[in-house]
């Protein structure tokens, strides 16, 4: 029996309610395939950093490693600023395995609303390639004459080529692998960003030349967030910088009915450490401990999680389970325009479940 073991990071909010609903996901559709899974829970985030005075132990990414993949909820706590908890667990994760590409899927299911009107299911069905380990999230800079009245800050966005070409190569094999529109369109602000991401668009053109039969287009990232809403069935692969990459998911995921159906996975696709999967949406503080939070997003990075770790069948039974209930209609969160609670969603789920 293949043995798979995984690393639970519900973290903060409604983390630790969607979380727990992808386990029993994962523990039914294991049984199902004959795929032992392990669970090794870590309790870190905005709790450890009240205790501890960090959101996790120094010896963390050691103790993850030990495991083939990370399951990962949210960060965030309303009593703590958010570029601590975020730079306190996510991005040191992300940056410590070099887990650069954080593909975030948005598709149009039969079932589900988009703000937008006349799309049939599926024509929505493109997904963000964001660049994940350097970009506007280096987080280098810092302050002069700190609190005082001539105060300055300085924020630098690092572009190395060995970071832009790699992300860029990654869009383009994802194109090809995806095998539906063949495009990529690549994203950036190069009229006013005069060195990164004048970087970026030569280095997209260079390596397009080698993907003779993809499409490209290049657009100014205000040029893309309007296509975004006027022309969303145009696009198939579209890749961008951390900060880009970051806002534009958020847009891709409402146009396609909810930011709780949509779920990200932050991959090394070298395989040298074990990848991480989460929700896209955050630790959402004004729903956390109701038990009303969507936990579509997280089983569907699960379901991700599980084609990442060679379980093709199992990754296409939980999501055929997703799309059953959504399709049904029946049995929704109240993003989605229904009623039901975190723990209804995820028994209709283990229910269509093969
Ligand atoms: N699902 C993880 C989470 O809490 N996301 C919210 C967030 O702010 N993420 C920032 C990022 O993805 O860089």
Redesign the pocket.
């Known amino acids: 029996m293949k043995k798979l073991s995984i690393a639970l990071l519900p973290?903060?909010g409604i983390?630790m309610e969607v979380v727990p609903a992808a386990r029993k996901v994962l523990e039914k559709s294991g049984a199902a395939a004959g795929v032992h899974l392990s669970f090794e829970q870590f309790d870190w985030g905005s709790d450890h950093y009240f205790r501890m005075g960090q959101m996790m132990p120094v010896d963390a990414l050691e103790r993850l490693r030990a495991h083939d993949s990370i399951l990962?909820?949210?960060?965030?706590h309303p009593d703590i600023p958010?570029h601590i908890t975020?730079n306190g667990m996510?991005?040191p994760i992300r940056r410590g395995f070099d887990l650069y590409v954080?593909e975030r899927p948005a598709y149009l299911y039969a079932g589900v609303e988009s703000p937008l009107r006349g799309y049939e299911p599926g024509a929505i069905d493109m997904v963000v390639v964001r660049e994940n380990t350097e970009g506007e999230?280096t987080n280098v800079g810092g302050f002069v004459y700190h609190h005082l009245p001539e105060e300055v800050a300085i924020q630098t966005s690092v572009f190395t080529r060995h970071g832009c070409e790699r992300i860029i190569r990654y869009a383009f094999d994802l194109a090809r692998r995806r095998n539906q529109k063949r495009k990529v369109a690549s994203i950036t602000k190069s009229n006013a960003q005069g060195y990164g991401m004048v970087l970026w668009d030569r280095i997209f053109r260079e390596v397009s030349a080698e993907y003779p039969d993809i499409e490209t287009e290049s657009l100014l990232v205000d040029a893309a967030a309007m296509n975004f809403v006027r022309r969303p069935a145009s696009f198939d692969v579209v890749v961008a910088s951390?900060l880009f990459g970051?806002i534009l998911s958020d847009l891709s995921a409402i146009v396609t009915g909810s930011i709780g159906l949509a779920p990200?996975a932050n991959l090394d696709p070298r395989r040298n450490a074990p990848s991480l999967f989460?929700?896209?949406?955050?630790?959402a503080p004004d729903i956390a401990g109701k038990g009303v939070s969507n936990p579509l997003a997280t089983i569907l990075a699960a379901a991700m999680m599980m084609d990442h770790l060679g379980e093709p069948e199992m990754s296409a039974s939980i999501e055929g389970a997703v799309r059953a209930v959504l399709a049904d209609g029946k049995v929704l969160t109240a993003d989605l325009g229904g009623r039901s609670t975190t723990a209804d969603v995820t028994a209709a789920v283990l229910a269509h479940l093969a």
């Open positions: 973290g903060d983390g990962l909820g949210a960060v965030g958010d975020l996510l991005l954080n999230y951390n970051d990200s989460e929700p896209v949406h955050g630790s």
